[in-house]
């Protein structure tokens, strides 16, 4: 079957870097996407990795590795608006995303 | 420029009741997705439509009909609502899945309700 793992919660400082990870097991790959998702409301979309590597975008940065099925998002200097759900979502041989449970991240002042 | 809109964004209803959610897009976009979110789970894919006029089965899609006669709107309906229905159900749609990353944009969610 079809599987992506993540973390159920975690907790961090403001000011501080935290970083998410997702594993999976799906069939066939074609991207991984982390969408951020604020309490009833709707999932926005962060990044989007194909190739193995980091890419950056401002303060959050996501790293795929294929071969380990792994990919994580780092979040840098942590702000109290950062306190969100963090999906990560695995395109599969079908185009269809199969979605992760999803990691809420509480940042503490 | 309202991108992706749900209606209604709550709703109650008795078991056994029918109901329409209605999903509407203006980004001309070819694919639409309808999914549910539990908690504790990720969100599960009910039905998607390719394209006006057609429309596919996803990983929940018992209890749940749809209907894409324009592209612009995808129709979710439950026929009989039952309390394993209560959820929140998001609306999705993309320009097409091949050829790079193309993120799927969502609406505000319609949370239902099934006593």
């Known amino acids: 079957g079809q599987n992506i793992d993540q973390p159920t919660e975690m907790t961090a400082t403001e000011g501080a870097i935290v970083q998410i990870n997702c594993t999976y097991q799906t069939s066939g790959f074609n991207g991984l996407f982390w969408y951020q998702q604020h309490a009833g409301e709707a999932p926005t979309f962060l990044s989007y990795?194909?190739l193995d590597g980091l890419e950056e975008k401002g303060r959050f940065s996501s790293f795929l590795s294929r071969s380990k099925g792994y990919s994580y998002l780092l979040l840098k200097e942590l702000q109290m608006k950062d306190s969100a759900s963090y999906l990560c979502a695995v395109r599969d041989s079908n185009y269809q995303l199969i979605w992760g449970a999803g990691t809420k991240l509480i940042i503490k002042p | 420029n309202a991108g992706v809109t749900q209606t209604p964004k709550f709703r109650v209803l008795k078991t056994g009741q029918s109901m329409t959610l209605l999903c509407a897009q203006d980004m001309n976009h070819e694919y639409m997705y309808w999914y549910r979110q539990d908690p504790g789970m990720g969100l599960r894919l009910i039905h998607y439509?390719?394209?006006?006029?057609?429309?596919a089965k996803g990983e929940v899609p018992d209890g749940y009909n749809v209907s894409r006669l324009k592209k612009q709107n995808f129709l979710l309906g439950l026929e009989s609502a039952a309390p394993s229905q209560t959820s929140v159900y998001f609306c999705?749609?993309?320009?097409?899945?091949?050829?790079?990353?193309?993120?799927?944009?969502f609406g505000d969610g319609t949370r239902l309700s099934i006593l």
């Open positions: 990795n194909v």
């Open positions: 439509s390719v394209g006006e006029g057609t429309t």
């Open positions: 999705a749609s993309n320009p097409s899945t091949e050829g790079g990353h193309q993120p799927q944009h």
